[in-house]
């Protein structure tokens, strides 16, 4: 059973998939004070977590409610979807926005183009590749005005 670590805030972080993003955002989230909960499949993939990590690991599948469950979603402040399939991420995300009302909720997507069906919810998407064009974009400006490309 999950106790909570001592010393912590006692908020609850689980991410789904152990992808490199996951395992960044679950030492994020453990450095941060919350108590952290990562679930992957494959048991390796948790190899990947940072020195800081302090929290749980569940081999099993985060799309799956009795998984989540065992990793106390119920009881959890933000849930990160961030496996490497944007249909998980996004089976994973609507499960756990509008069955266990978590309140934040993250769903990493590689294409944005598949955040359609996400839009209209409160899930928060996040596209690698929209994010590194914004900052391009952000970067040019700065030149075009003088500054200089970094």
Same mark, same amino acid.
């Given at each position: 059973m999950f106790r909570f670590l001592p010393g912590k805030q006692h908020q609850l972080a689980v991410v789904a998939g152990a992808s490199r993003f996951g395992t960044q955002a679950a030492g994020l989230f453990s450095e941060k004070g919350y108590d952290v909960i990562i679930i992957d499949t $494959?048991? $390796? +993939?948790?190899s990947k977590l940072p020195d800081n990590f302090e929290g749980l690991t569940i081999e099993g599948d985060a799309s799956d409610t009795s998984v989540l469950e065992t990793a106390r979603i119920k009881k959890a402040a933000v849930c990160v979807a961030a496996t490497d399939s944007d249909s998980t991420n996004s089976? =994973? +995300?609507?499960?756990?926005?509008? =069955?266990?009302?978590?309140?934040g909720v993250y769903c990493r997507l590689s294409d944005a183009a598949n955040a359609d069906m996400l839009t209209r919810s409160r899930i928060h998407i996040i596209c690698p590749s929209d994010l590194c064009l914004q900052e391009f974009e952000r970067q040019n400006r700065l030149a075009d005005i003088g500054g200089t490309l970094q």
């Open positions: $494959d048991s $390796d +993939a948790f089976l =994973i +995300a609507q499960i756990t926005a509008r =069955i266990y009302m978590v309140p």
